[in-house]
């Protein structure tokens, strides 16, 4: 089994591969070496795989750059693929979302960009438009930005019908489209904004990420930024799943198993203390549900001991479509970690990198 593992930071993309099912891993050297790598993806739909990469530059401004020969080359077009269109008098901050679409559209990519917005690719990612319905939304003017920025981080295609997908933002919370795009709505029905005085909005949340369930899309889970939710209609109705967690209910990641329904991982963090967002305890740990959030165990065999003083954030966390599914995580100090086993056991892929921001996976091989 060949598994590529993309790792972004604040200092350049970093290529791991394992080619002996997961054992061993090779890292390369850093791409884009002064950039931040906020987003990745590894597009797996055609014969050859495609990385796509949400690259910053501190001069350069932000782009979107991508290989076809798993990052031994990239396509940097001098016309920016991902750009407002001149009537939004909007700016592109930077990429946070990069999702290929299902295999019913195997040509089209989204991606979720700062500030809050979505774009379509209908070339694989190499030129992007802007999808209006969500831009032209009465409530956009309105968002706020979260800690790290207005953004729109999570991108959900629904599995199974084109025209209806899932999006969320900080802070603005989930909104959903069943008519491709045309118009969105916001279902955060329960979902908390503690940072909000009054009744829970309709919307306004800091959502941090959102995942959908292995079997059914209706089912989706929710790390905000104050509890653990899930939803089994769809994002209707929302009820809190944090109750077998840590006493902070506080975190970045969700990330749920790509074939086993129920099945979950999170990270949990301390938060709001003077921004502490430590593991609590220091105690490094993923946490993973197998019945939907109804109880939690921590796992923790292979990982650093007490004290341990740094976070995962958002998209630092993913899977892989091997078998048995592999878990992942990479931290605020520069360590990437491995499950082979669907998180019993963990492992060191990398150290001493820099911030690491995003973590994907495939198998490629």
Partial sequence: MDVLLGIGTRKG???????DGRKTWEVSPPQFPVADVKALAIDTRSETPR???GVLN?????????????????????DAPLAFPDDT??????????????EAEPDVVYAGVEPSALFRSEDGGRSFELVRGLWDHPHRTQWQPGGGGLALHTILPHPADTRRMAVAMSTGGVYQTTDGGESWRPTNKGVTADFMPGELPEWGQCVHKVALDAADPDTMYLQNHGGVFRSTDSG?????????????NFGFPIVAHPRRPGVIYTFPLVADM??????????????RSEDGGQTWSALSD??????????????AMCADDAEPTGIYFGTRNGEVYCSADEGDHWQLV????????????????
């Avoid at 990198?353 to 495939?362: G, S, T």
């Fill in 302 to 315: 292979g990982l650093p001991e007490v004290p341990f003083w740094a976070a995962v954030m958002r998209d």
């Fill in 274 to 287: 003077d921004r502490f967002r430590f593991p609590p305890d220091a105690k490094c740990a993923v946490y």
């Fill in 350 to 365: 990398a150290d001493k990198l820099p911030d690491v921001l995003c973590v994907r996976a495939a198998v490629i091989g």
């Fill in 89 to 102: 008098d909007a700016a592109l901050q930077g990429v946070w979302q990069i999702k290929p679409a299902t």
């Fill in 236 to 248: 209707e109705r929302w009820q809190s799943i944090d109750g077998g967690l840590p006493p902070s």
């Fill in 13 to 19: 993309l970093f290529l791991a591969r394992s080619r």
């Fill in 51 to 53: 990385v796509l990469a």
């Fill in 58 to 78: 501190s001069h350069f401004g932000p782009t979107m750059v991508v290989s076809d020969d798993l990052g031994q080359t990239w396509s940097e077009p001098d």
